[in-house]
C-alpha cells in the first residue's frame, strides 16, 4: 500500500512519454522499444523495494533479392495461392532455413515475391534480438549486416545452400563497417582518418562514406 516511486538502475527518468505512471502508480510502458529495456527499481515506502529486468524482444528484418539460376519462372508464380508458388516458396525457404540454422535468434524467412530472371526472388530474413539494456541498440545495424553478409559470402561461390544463384546480391540493410580505421596526424586543430571498404561493399552497393566529428562536450555531430 502507498505510493509507489519508480526509477532506472541506469539513472535514466523511468516515466516517460511512452512509459506512464497510472493513477494507482503502476509502471505501464506502451510500444516497447530498446529504449525501455533494463532494471526498473519499485520502492514503496522506506522499507519495501522490488526489483524487476524488462526484457523487449526485437524483431529484425533485412530484406534481399537474389538470382535463383536453377529455378524457372513460370506465369504462377505471380499467385501466391498457386501450388507452383508454394512449392517454390517452400523449397527456397528450406535452403534458407538451412544458412541461418547456427544463426543466434533467427526466426524464419519470408518469400515476398517471384519475379523474371531466371527468378529473381526477393524475400526478408527475421531475427530477433532479446534486449535487456538500451545499449544493445547496437546490435541491430551488427545483426542486420551480418544477416546479410551470410547470403553474399555464399552468393560469390555461385551456390547459397542447394540453390545455384547469382553471385551479385541486391540487399536493402547497411552494410559492415569499414575496416582498417586509423587516426594519423594528430595535432591540436586537425587530424586524419583511413580505411578499407568492408568486405563486401560492392554487394552494398557502397559509393562513398561520410566522415562526422564531434566537438567536446557537444553532443551533435558536424560532416568533416
Known amino acids: 500500500n502507498g505510493k509507489h516511486e519508480w526509477?532506472?538502475?541506469d539513472g535514466e527518468p523511468?516515466?516517460?512519454?511512452?512509459?506512464?505512471?497510472?493513477?494507482?502508480?503502476?509502471?505501464?510502458?506502451?510500444?516497447?522499444s530498446v529504449e525501455d529495456a533494463g532494471e526498473y527499481i519499485c520502492r514503496n515506502g522506506p522499507t519495501v523495494t522490488h526489483r524487476f529486468v524488462v526484457t523487449v524482444e526485437?524483431?529484425?528484418?533485412?530484406?534481399?533479392?537474389?538470382?535463383?539460376?536453377?529455378?524457372?519462372?513460370?506465369?504462377?508464380?505471380k499467385n501466391k495461392s498457386s501450388p507452383a508458388y508454394k512449392a517454390t516458396e517452400k523449397n527456397f525457404t528450406a535452403e534458407m532455413d538451412k544458412l541461418y540454422k547456427n544463426t543466434p535468434g533467427y526466426v524464419r524467412t519470408e518469400v515476398l515475391n517471384f519475379t523474371k530472371g531466371s527468378v529473381n526472388?526477393?524475400?526478408?530474413?527475421?531475427i530477433v534480438i532479446n534486449a535487456i539494456?538500451?545499449?544493445?541498440?547496437s546490435a541491430i545495424p551488427d545483426a542486420k549486416a551480418e544477416t546479410t553478409h551470410?547470403?553474399?559470402?555464399?552468393?560469390?561461390?555461385?551456390?547459397?545452400?542447394?540453390?545455384?544463384?547469382?553471385?551479385v546480391v541486391e540487399v536493402f540493410s547497411p552494410p559492415l563497417?569499414?575496416?582498417?580505421?586509423?587516426?594519423?596526424e594528430e595535432k591540436s586543430d586537425k587530424l586524419g582518418v583511413r580505411?578499407?571498404?568492408?568486405?563486401?561493399?560492392?554487394?552494398?552497393?557502397?559509393e562513398s562514406y561520410h566522415v562526422q566529428y564531434r566537438e567536446l562536450l557537444t553532443k551533435i555531430p558536424q560532416n568533416a
Open 7 to 9: 526509477s532506472r538502475k
Open 14 to 32: 523511468a516515466v516517460t512519454t511512452t512509459r506512464i505512471l497510472t493513477e494507482d502508480t503502476r509502471l505501464n510502458i506502451t510500444d516497447a
Open 58 to 77: 526485437v524483431f529484425v528484418k533485412v530484406q534481399m533479392i537474389v538470382k535463383v539460376l536453377n529455378y524457372e519462372y513460370t506465369p504462377e508464380l
Open 121 to 126: 526472388v526477393d524475400f526478408r530474413v527475421i
Open 133 to 137: 539494456d538500451p545499449k544493445n541498440a
Open 150 to 167: 551470410q547470403v553474399v559470402r555464399e552468393a560469390k561461390t555461385g551456390f547459397v545452400k542447394q540453390l545455384q544463384v547469382s553471385p
Open 177 to 184: 563497417e569499414p575496416r582498417g580505421i586509423e587516426i594519423f
Open 195 to 206: 580505411w578499407e571498404p568492408s568486405e563486401d561493399a560492392d554487394a552494398f552497393k557502397v
